[in-house]
T-cell receptor, first 114, second 113 residues
Framework: GENVEQHPSTLSVQEGDSAVIKCTYSDSASNYFPWYKQELGKRPQLIIDIRSNVGEKKDQRIAVTLNKTAKHFSLHITETQPEDSAVYFCAARFMKTSYDKVIFGPGTSLSVIP | EAQVTQNPRYLITVTGKKLTVTCSQNMNHEYMSWYRQDPGLGLRQIYYSMNVEVTDKGDVPEGYKVSRKEKRNFPLILESPSPNQTSLYFC????????????FGPGTRLLVL
């Protein structure tokens, strides 16, 4: 079945350093890959997304890359700040004629140390 | 203000007592979905709906029901709750099936005794 793996499960970085979170997906038919940030006690918020016809997308300090051949995608956060501390989830959308599912990875808890 | 609302936000109930968690969006979104979030397991999709009267199972549908009679509402029904359904539940919506889940509700924390 469809599956999304995410690594690492926890990540600690010094303020100002970069953070990278990697995800792999199982179904080559996936065509949409969003990333969510969830602060403690709050709802997930979409922070960036990428479609299968694009290799890279940037939004200020955040970037996402996609390698369709290898079926993996990554989130890159540069110049990390304490407010970047949160749980980050990758997801993949599996769309076929009979269904349209979104599968989330298990999450990465990012801590940015001042 | 564009938003997804859920009610109730917190609920304590007992095994077997039917309950409904409501979800409503004011953005005319076609796609709506329910997730449960458990520690270490991330968010798992329970049911989703691509439009009115169109619903389908996600990864963990057992013990849940949904309905989509109106575009704005997508209630989650637990006919006979059990303790293993204790969880944090999120409703989400997006404009179309080609986009992501752009809006999440605030969450409903459910405890089944």
């Amino acid at each position: 079945g469809e599956n999304v793996e995410q690594h690492p499960s926890t990540l600690s970085v010094q303020e100002g350093d970069s953070a990278v979170i990697k995800c792999t997906y199982s179904d080559s038919a996936s065509n949409y890959f969003p990333w969510y940030k969830q602060e403690l006690g709050k709802r997930p918020q979409l922070i960036i997304d990428i479609r299968s016809n694009v290799g890279e997308k940037k939004d200020q300090r955040i970037a996402v890359t996609l390698n369709k051949t290898a079926k993996h995608f990554s989130l890159h956060i540069t110049e990390t700040q304490p407010e970047d501390s949160a749980v980050y989830f990758c997801a993949a959308r599996f769309m076929k004629t009979s269904y349209d599912k979104v599968i989330f990875g298990p999450g990465t808890s990012l801590s940015v140390i001042p | 203000e564009a938003q997804v609302t859920q009610n109730p936000r917190y609920l304590i109930t007992v095994t077997g007592k039917k309950l409904t968690v409501t979800c409503s969006q004011n953005m005319n979104h076609e796609y709506m979905s329910w997730y449960r979030q458990d520690p270490g397991l991330g968010l798992r999709q329970i049911y989703y709906s691509m439009n009115v009267e169109v619903t389908d199972k996600g990864d963990v549908p057992e013990g849940y029901k949904v309905s989509r009679k109106e575009k704005r509402n997508f209630p989650l029904i637990l006919e006979s709750p059990s303790p293993n359904q204790t969880s944090l539940y999120f409703c989400a919506s997006s404009l179309s099936t080609s986009g992501g889940l752009q809006y999440f509700g605030p969450g409903t924390r459910l405890l089944v005794l």
